[in-house]
């Protein structure tokens, strides 16, 4: 079976720091897809927190996390990671990646309808 792994969840501080990390299980995280990391709250709907190129030369995040989260990924090793810095209690949620079938470099950065492949999260909990 085809899908994503996620790890590196966990409790931190305010303003404490995790790197998440997404790998695959059944397929080849190359640079044949794009990734993107969501998150989902308690009670909230799911939302997209970060999306990678499948070369990795571009990159998107959602205005709350811009300047603390950083998106990267290493294509030899195929994986894709997180990194959050400063993080806050509206951090908290479960975290998932997400993968999107792109076999030109030149194509945009998918939609959610896009994503083919999914992990099944990563708890991230932000709290004294």
């Known amino acids: 079976q085809r899908q994503l792994v996620e790890s590196g969840g966990g409790l931190v501080q305010p303003g404490g720091s995790l790197r998440l990390s997404c790998t695959a299980s059944g397929l080849i995280l190359d640079d044949n897809y794009a990734v993107g990391w969501f998150r989902q709250a308690p009670g909230k709907e799911r939302e997209e927190v970060s999306v990678i190129s499948s070369s990795g030369a571009s990159t998107k995040y959602t205005d709350s996390v811009k300047g603390r989260f950083i998106i990267s990924r290493d294509i030899a090793k195929r994986i894709v990671y997180l990194q959050m810095n400063n993080l806050k209690p509206e951090d908290t949620g479960v975290y998932s990646c997400?993968?999107?079938?792109?076999?030109?470099?030149?194509?945009?950065?998918?939609?959610?309808?896009?994503?083919?492949?999914w992990g099944q999260g990563t708890q991230v909990t932000v709290s004294t």
């Open positions: 997400a993968a999107a079938l792109r076999l030109d470099y030149g194509l945009p950065l998918p939609t959610l309808n896009e994503y083919t492949y």
